[in-house]
């Protein structure tokens, strides 16, 4: 079965700009949840979708969104981005809400 | 404030021997862990789990322990090989997910030969 698919690997965009990353999940997983990783914060959740509805949210401001698709797969948009908005978008699903399997990621740096 | 907390950031351990990981945590809502691995470049990969219901779970070479009145829980690798090395992550979860999950900030794992 393929994993967790998420597109791109790499970006980089200027400041004020927006930025939309793409995750796929594992085949019949649900629920997709986004999480950001920087050296000095970790690994913080940003917000967890199923059946197209956001089921929860981290402690993000308003600039960071996401949606899901009929097919569960997931868009992030962060807008007016900021040099702190530097890190590693991680994405997961999971079929249960507790196991949650991840991708590997886009790095996304902002300059 | 840390809710998880991984005191160690790093721990070297010779190959063959016994790898020995440690995870607090201050919320008692949390009923869930997990342990996740984390080589650099990748997504953590899911490695074990526990419910609060039980005190231990084992999976091959991996045991995860829970002490629930000590709030703590621990990882262990035997017999660690080289391919463990990487940066291991302790997470926890609350009844129904209602905050998705929330991580330590890991212990790099050094499996020397």
């Known amino acids: 079965k393929a994993g967790v698919t998420q597109t791109p690997r790499y970006l980089i965009k200027t400041r004020g700009q927006q930025v939309t990353l793409s995750c796929s999940p594992i085949?019949?997983?649900?629920?997709v949840s986004w999480y950001q990783q920087t050296p000095g914060q970790g690994l913080q959740f940003l917000f967890e979708?199923?059946?197209?509805?956001?089921?929860n949210k981290g402690n993000f401001p308003g600039r960071f969104s996401g949606r899901q698709f009929s097919n569960s797969r997931s868009e992030m948009n962060v807008s007016t981005l900021e040099l702190g908005d530097s890190a590693l978008y991680l994405c997961?699903?999971?079929?249960?809400?507790?196991?949650?399997?991840f991708g590997p990621g886009t790095r996304l740096t902002v300059t | 404030d840390q809710q998880v907390k991984q005191n160690s950031p790093s721990l070297s351990v010779q190959e063959g021997r016994i790898s020995i990981l440690n995870c607090d945590y201050t919320?008692?809502?949390?009923?869930?862990f997990l342990w996740y691995k984390k080589y650099p470049a990748e997504g953590p990969t899911f490695l074990i789990s526990?419910?609060?219901?039980?005190d231990k779970n084992e999976d091959g070479r991996f045991t995860v322990f829970l002490n629930k009145s000590a709030k703590h829980l621990s990882l262990h690798i035997v017999p660690s090989q080289p391919g463990d090395s990487a940066v291991y992550f302790c997470?926890?979860?609350?009844?129904?997910?209602?905050?998705?999950?929330?991580f330590g900030k890991g212990t790099h794992l050094i499996i020397q030969p």
């Open positions: 919320n008692s809502m949390f009923d869930y």
């Open positions: 997470a926890a979860r609350s009844g129904g997910g209602a905050d998705g999950l929330t």
């Open positions: 979708y199923f059946s197209e509805t956001q089921r």
């Open positions: 085949s019949g997983h649900r629920s």
């Open positions: 526990i419910s609060s219901i039980k």
């Open positions: 997961a699903s999971s079929l249960s809400f507790y196991e949650q399997y």
